[in-house]
Every structure is written in C-alpha cells, then in structure tokens.
C-alpha cells in the first residue's frame, strides 16, 4: 500500500478541529464545522480551500504549445499569456482520461493542473505524447501548494493581503485570466478560476509560504465572513453548479459528447491530436448522456443509483446527487439512455428501494448573479 499523502497545509487543518477523508491517497479536511455552514459561506461571503492535492505539471519549450495541442482535445496554442483554458486528455479511443486546466504563463512555458486521482496517469501520458516535440515535462506536484477563495468576498479578501504584489490586479483579472507576482518575496501564480459556481481565485505558491498565506487569508477573511471549506461542501457547491467530477461524471468509457463536453474538443485545429479519430466518429449508437434531475422532498439520489422511467424500465444511472443546500431540493446528475433526456421528462430515482419521482432538468441547477466589479 503507498503511504499516506499530506498537504503542505496538515497540520493547520489539526489546529483547526477538521475532519479529514482520504482522497486519491491524501488525508485532506471533509469540513471543519458543518457541510451546510461551509456551503453557504462560499455562496454568500467566501470559503477557503485546500486543493494542494491537485497535480501541477510543466510543460515547457519551443514546442510546447505544439506538444499540447497533440496531446490535449483543446487547441492550446490559440491562448494568450495569462489565459486559462478548461480541456480534455483523451485516450486513443476517446474516453476520457482527465479532464484539466491548462494556464499559459509564458510564451513556450504552460502549467497544467490535473486531478489528484489521475496525476500519475496524466504526468505520463503528457510526457509520452510531448516526446516527438521539442519540449520536457515536469511534474511539479510535490513542491506546489494550491489555495482557493471562493465567494462573492475572495476579491475584497485578496486585495487585503498586505504581502501580495501582482503583475496585473485581483480586479482587473477576467474569467479563466491568470497572474503571475510575488508573496512574500515567493513566486506566486494567482487564476481566476474555480469549481464552485461563485467568483475566485486559486493561488499557486511553494510549499514553503503555504501556511503564511492560508493565515493571512484567513485573518483579512475573518471580517468578510471567510470559513475554512472541506471536500464536503466543495462537492455540493460544484453540483448545484453542474460541474463534472472525475470518476463520477467523467472517466475513460466516457465520450466527451455524453458529458455534454463536445464543445471542448476542438476538431477544427490544424493536425492531429489523440483521440480525434475516436470523437469524429462519435459514441456508439444509444449511449447514454449527462443530465439533470430534480426531485421534491428531502430524499436525494445518490451516486450509483439506478434511474427508471414510467414503464419501470432501468434507464439510466445517478453519477452524484444531494439535497441542494442552496436550492432546498433534491439534485442529481445522472447517464440516461439519449430517448428520455428531454427536458421535463418524468423519471424516477430508486432511493433505497423506494422510487422517488424526478424530471430531467437543464444544467447547472445554480447560476450565481454576474456582478461587475
């Protein structure tokens, strides 16, 4: 068995009273207080999060632009230096192997962040592809800390930071932008991203400065209404907001066109790419596809729970479901076969043996109200 994994971050977790869960081998905070508490924090002043488990890999050189767009479903060479793109790293055969965002900080130089679970798998596959390109790959994972503020407060909060300077601001900073500064005289990258339906950011430092920064977020956060977030919450937040979740949504039998993430492969860029022969001709006839559902009741679907329509007939299967804090109902994403994916259609979730009446619904459940700043 490997050993267990811990974030730079471990031991404020302890002194904070979290929970923890393993995730993808890391021991990381399931909640420090309570789910609900941590989740309407982030929808209403900010929540601070801990992704350090999440995998960040450089991929650097004349030709590293070249290199990704052969590896990765998107057209990476089309982004700017500071822009973000959300993509695809598919298998030959068009399954998905992860689903990432890819940040351009130099013209030859992109960082890559890929899902814990699939870093290894990702790495690797990202190096192999880059091999015939004049560029290296470099997984930066273990010397990399990631923290996220998520809420309609981050903006206020990160201009609080008396140590932080930026090439470009907090506020100027568009969606999927990025910047690159200093924090306490380290290297600092900061996104404009997120996974939760709300505005923020996730900032990239050395292990080194992690626990300064997490404080100091947390002491200028204090007046804003800031809490410490766990994985709990950030489940919750991000399917209210119909966001896909590797391994649950997402996995390698899974066509990006099932997960309604056609979109995202760019089929109109110049050569080839892995996978393109494989989403060209598309998944196979009567393949299941990414829906809503919405339920009356307190009793929410759960992932792995079959789904029926009204002849009793198993159509489909729940990926992730709850009781949506925000919404006050039941929510689930789920695969059903294409011919009962309509909007409004009437199905049932099969709750523990108890059949719960639900109707497809457009994703995401949740659209928080643009401001600008």
Known sequence: MPDVRYSPLHQVHLDAGASFTDFAGYQMPVRYSSDLAEHHAVRTAAGLFDLSHMAEIVVEGPEAAAALDFALAGKLSAIAVGQAKYSLLLSPDGGVIDDLVVYRTHP?????????????????????????????????SDDVALIAVQGPASLAILEGLADLVTEKSARDLGYYWS????????????????????DGYELYVTNSVATDLWNELAAVGAAHGLVPAGLASRDTLRLEAGMPLYGHELGIDTFPAQAGLGRVVNLKKEGDFVGRAAVEA??????????????????????????????????GIVTSGALSPTLGYPIA???????????????????????????????PFYTRAKETN
């Open 333 to 363: 994403m789920a695969y059903v076969d294409p011919e009962k994916s309509e909007q409004g259609t009437e199905l049932f979730i099969d709750v523990r043996g108890t059949r719960i009446p639900a109707s497809v619904a457009a994703l």
């Open 108 to 140: 030859d130089r992109f960082g890559v962040v890929a899902n814990a679970s699939n870093r290894f798998q990702a790495a690797g596959a990202i190096a192999a592809r880059a091999a015939e390109f004049d560029a290296t790959v470099v997984d930066e």
């Open 179 to 198: 910047t690159l500064g200093t924090y306490r005289g380290t290297e600092i990258m900061i996104g404009r991203t997120g996974y939760t339906g709300e």
């Open 282 to 315: 598309g998944p196979p006839d009567g393949a299941r596809v990414l829906v809503g559902l919405v339920a009356e009741g307190k009793r929410a679907g759960r992932a792995d729970y079959p789904v029926y329509d009204a002849d009793d007939r198993e159509i």
